[in-house]
């Protein structure tokens, strides 16, 4: 039986894994033009869009894989707690990041 305690930081670290990837998706769109050169074609938008397909499914994968081991294994309380906890880890990360920019 996992304890509140434990899903609380393992929802933690998720969390916090979602915003460190988030994190580098955004460092290269912020700093895309200087590091790739211009493209006049369609695979600037192809490419843009498949960054958007794979983050998709690596956020799902990091916010979502715990959930569905615990789910698999009949605890599907916990494993709504795991979610519940990391959206509020995720909104208090938030937060802070606005917070942060507030001047």
Same mark, same amino acid.
């Given at each position: 039986?996992?304890?509140?305690?434990?899903?609380?930081? *393992?929802?933690?670290?998720?969390?916090?894994? @979602?915003?460190?990837?988030?994190?580098? %998706?955004?460092?290269?769109?912020?700093? $895309?033009?200087?590091?790739? =050169?211009?493209?006049?074609?369609?695979? $600037? =938008? @192809?490419? *843009? +869009?498949?960054?958007?397909?794979?983050?998709? @499914?690596?956020?799902? +994968?990091?916010?979502?894989?715990? =959930?569905?081991?615990?789910?698999?294994? $009949?605890?599907?309380?916990?494993?709504?707690?795991?979610?519940?906890?990391?959206? @509020?880890?995720?909104? $208090?990360?938030?937060? %802070? +990041?606005? %917070?942060?920019? +507030?001047?």
């Amino acid at each position: 039986m996992k304890t509140k305690k434990f899903l609380t930081w *393992v929802s933690f670290f998720q969390s916090l894994g @979602l915003v460190l990837y988030t994190s580098l %998706i955004s460092l290269f769109f912020w700093k $895309g033009n200087e590091w790739i =050169p211009e493209m006049n074609s369609y695979v $600037g =938008p @192809l490419i *843009v +869009l498949t960054i958007f397909a794979v983050s998709t @499914l690596v956020c799902a +994968l990091i916010t979502l894989s715990y =959930p569905f081991i615990l789910w698999q294994k $009949g605890k599907s309380k916990d494993a709504l707690r795991v979610i519940i906890y990391t959206a @509020l880890w995720i909104i $208090g990360f938030i937060a %802070i +990041l606005l %917070i942060s920019q +507030l001047k």
